[in-house]
């Protein structure tokens, strides 16, 4: 894996993360390199614990490609988008297309109005994400409680 590789999915994650504290939902730890796939990455987010709108939980699921397209690195980890399209599609099912695409286009402006203002805070845990592979819970509550 090249270092824009974990580069690029240590962003995706840390989009997710973001999105979620910003939501308050409780955050775990971050990992890329999941299961042997270099450029797969999960982040433990507890999104049961408070009832989000519909619109916060299609901008939990964009957060990822969103954080990746405002640090221009979206093209090394196309298949986690079409892993949390397929989420969204899941949460939009049995919708008319045009309020799915309604409420998914809303969706994405949240988690882009929400990562935009925090963009420092965004390579703040993917830059050590990106190295060591693995943020235990601890020190991704410290990342964020520090920014």
């Not at 299961?35 to 939990?60: M, P």
């Amino acid at each position: 894996m090249t270092i824009e590789e974990r580069r690029s999915t240590a962003i995706h994650e840390a989009g997710h993360v973001v999105v979620a504290w910003t939501l308050e939902l409780p955050v775990g730890a971050m990992e890329i390199s999941v299961n042997g796939d270099d450029t797969a990455g999960k982040s433990e987010i507890d999104d049961t614990a408070r009832a989000l709108s519909l619109i916060d939980r299609i901008a939990l699921c964009a957060a990822g490609v969103v954080a990746q397209r405002l640090f221009g690195c979206e093209a090394t980890h196309l298949h986690a988008g079409w892993s949390d399209f397929a989420k969204m599609l899941d949460i939009l099912d049995n919708r008319p297309d045009e309020d799915a695409d309604n409420i998914r286009f809303a969706g994405y402006d949240r988690a882009f109005q929400i990562l935009d203002r925090r963009r420092a805070l965004i390579q703040h845990l993917a830059e050590p994400l990106a190295i060591s592979g693995r943020l235990e819970k601890d020190d991704v509550g410290s990342l964020l409680g520090a920014a």
